[in-house]
T-cell receptor
Framework: GAGVSQSPSNKVTEKGKDVELRCDPI?????LYWYRQSLGQGLEFLIY????????KSGLPSDRFSAERTGGSVSTLTIQRTQQEDSAVYLC???????????FGPGTRLTVL | AQKITQTQPGMFVQEKEAVTLDCTYD???????LFWYKQPSSGEMIFLIY??????QNATEGRYSLNFQKARKSANLVISASQLGDSAMYFC?????????????FGKGTMLLVSP
């Protein structure tokens, strides 16, 4: 079956511009996660959606970052007024109800010039 | 304090040999899970193996096994009969149930290089 998909795979933007990153989870998975991976580093948790519950935004680094999940499926991570330190790979993962195993998408590599 | 510690930034192993990648963790949550993921140069994160804190047996998945020593809070990954395709970054991660949510905390990773 189809795995987690993310788009775009690469995004180059200028400092100060807004960007939107999209994640399409595995069909039927109720949980969706966003992580950020800076060069040579491990993954940093950003935000977590579970069903219709309020999202856990505790990992968002600043109020320039926001995310939404429409219809319990597709999610969009928005970064406003991008800064050079936002350059990283943004990974999305999903997991089915009753399981904690997270399945990751291929990521979006964001470069802020 | 770091929740997940991977002390080996890099490891080298010859093809067909076994290799152990170290992971120690820190949690006060009695219910937790431990994961290993593989990240090849292509960038995707591939789930390898899972160990629950209440599991009595060490987890195994094909050539992967997890050496779970609960009292020592260690969860080392053992790869038997290494293959060239095993060359990748390996991350240990932990799930804790905090406030009813379930997020993963990752270690900084170990780069494994398998030579012919």
């Amino acid at each position: 079956g189809a795995g987690v998909s993310q788009s775009p795979s690469n995004k180059v933007t200028e400092k100060g511009k807004d960007v939107e990153l999209r994640c399409d989870p595995i069909s039927g998975h109720t949980a969706l996660y966003w992580y950020r991976q800076s060069l040579g580093q491990g993954l940093e948790f950003l935000i977590y959606f579970q069903g219709n519950s309020a999202p856990d935004k505790s990992g968002l680094p600043s109020d320039r970052f926001s995310a939404e999940r429409t219809g319990g499926s597709v999610s969009t991570l928005t970064i406003q007024r991008t800064q050079q330190e936002d350059s990283a790979v943004y990974l999305c993962a999903s997991s089915p109800g009753g399981s904690d195993t997270q399945y990751f998408g291929p990521g979006t590599r964001l470069t802020v010039l | 304090a770091q929740k997940i510690t991977q002390t080996q930034p890099g490891m080298f192993v010859q093809e067909k040999e076994a290799v152990t990648l170290d992971c120690t963790y820190d949690t006060s949550d009695p219910s937790y899970g431990l994961f290993w993921y593989k990240q090849p140069s292509s960038g995707e994160m591939i789930f390898l193996i899972y160990q629950g804190s209440y599991d009595q047996q060490n987890a195994t998945e094909g050539r992967y096994s997890l050496n779970f020593q609960k009292a020592r809070k260690s969860a080392n990954l053992v790869i038997s009969a290494s293959q060239l395709g095993d060359s990748a970054m390996y991350f240990c991660a932990m799930r804790e149930r905090d406030s009813g949510y379930s997020t993963l905390t990752f270690g900084k990773g170990t780069m494994l290089l398998v030579s012919p």
